[in-house]
T-cell receptor, first 114, second 114 residues
Framework: NAGVTQTPKFQVLKTGQSMTLQCAQDMNHNSMYWYRQDPGMGLRLIYYSASEGTTDKGEVPNGYNVSRLNKREFSLRLESAAPSQTSVYFC?????????????FGEGSWLTVV | AQTVTQSQPEMSVQEAETVTLSCTYDTSESDYYLFWYKQPPSRQMILVIRQEAYKQQNATENRFSVNFQKAAKSFSLKISDSQLGDAAMYFCAYRSSYGNQFYFGTGTSLTVIP
C-alpha cells in the first residue's frame, strides 16, 4: 500500500462526536476515493474526487463530508458520528485516464462508534 | 450505475486443486475494464488480475486466469494449484473507460483446506 497513507488506523468515537479521517498520497494521481467496507456489503463508495478542488457523491454519502484541498490530500469528515458508521474505511487513488489503470488502496481505518 | 454481482459469498478448495470464482456485471458500455482484487485478513487490497473489455484474449497471471465472456457479461477467476496463501476475500470490480468510478462486488470468501 505504499503511496497511500491513512490516519488514524483505529478510532473509537462516541455517538455524536466528530472526527476527520486523513488520506495522503505520493503517487501524483488525480482521482481519490473514500470507501467503506461492511460485512456482506463489499466496498461502497462514499465520495470521490476526480481532481483537486472537485468532489462528487458516491453510493453512500449521507453523514459524511469530504475535502480535497490539494492534489495529495483527501479527507473524510464525520460531523456527528452514528453507530451505523462503524466500519472499515479505505482511501484509494487512481490515475484519471483511459488506460484502465488499477485503483490503489490505503491500509484502512477501523472506526467504531459506540 | 453499473452493478457487479458475486453470487458466491463463500467458497472452499483443497490445497493444490483448482477453484473458480464467479462474477457478473451489468453495463450498457462497450469499453471498460474488469479487475479481481484479493483481500487477505490483513485487509490490504491486492490487485490479482485485470482484463480490458476490448481484448478477446483472457488475461493470465501465473496461477490466476480469467474467463471473460463479454456477451454474457461474465468475468470469472480461476485459481489453479491453490495454495494456503490464496485464502482471502476476493472482489470483482468494474471501471468504465469514460468515468472515474470503480464498482465492486460484495466479495467471495475463499478458504483453502490443507
Amino acid at each position: 500500500n505504499a503511496g497511500v497513507t491513512q490516519t488514524p488506523k483505529f478510532q473509537v468515537l462516541k455517538t455524536g462526536q466528530s472526527m476527520t479521517l486523513q488520506c495522503a498520497q505520493d503517487m501524483n494521481h488525480n482521482s481519490m476515493y473514500w470507501y467503506r467496507q461492511d460485512p456482506g456489503m463489499g466496498l461502497r463508495l462514499i465520495y470521490y474526487s476526480a481532481s483537486e478542488g472537485t468532489t462528487d457523491k458516491g453510493e453512500v454519502p449521507n453523514g459524511y463530508n469530504v475535502s480535497r484541498l490539494n492534489k495529495r490530500e483527501f479527507s473524510l469528515r464525520l460531523e456527528s458520528a452514528a453507530p451505523s458508521q462503524t466500519s472499515v474505511y479505505f482511501c484509494a487513488i487512481s490515475p484519471r485516464d483511459r488506460a484502465g489503470n488499477t485503483i490503489y488502496f490505503g491500509e484502512g481505518s477501523w472506526l467504531t462508534v459506540v | 450505475a453499473q452493478t457487479v454481482t458475486q453470487s458466491q459469498p463463500e467458497m472452499s478448495v483443497q490445497e493444490a486443486e483448482t477453484v473458480t470464482l464467479s462474477c457478473t456485471y451489468d453495463t450498457s458500455e462497450s469499453d471498460y475494464y474488469l479487475f479481481w482484487y484479493k483481500q487477505p485478513p490483513s485487509r490490504q487490497m491486492i490487485l490479482v488480475i485485470r482484463q480490458e473489455a476490448y481484448k478477446q484474449q483472457n488475461a493470465t497471471e501465473n496461477r490466476f486466469s480469467v474467463n471473460f465472456q463479454k456477451a454474457a457479461k461474465s468475468f470469472s477467476l480461476k485459481i489453479s494449484d491453490s495454495q494456503l496463501g490464496d485464502a482471502a476475500m476476493y472482489f470483482c470490480a468494474y471501471r468504465s473507460s469514460y468515468g472515474n468510478q470503480f464498482y465492486f462486488g460484495t466479495g467471495t470468501s475463499l478458504t483453502v483446506i490443507p
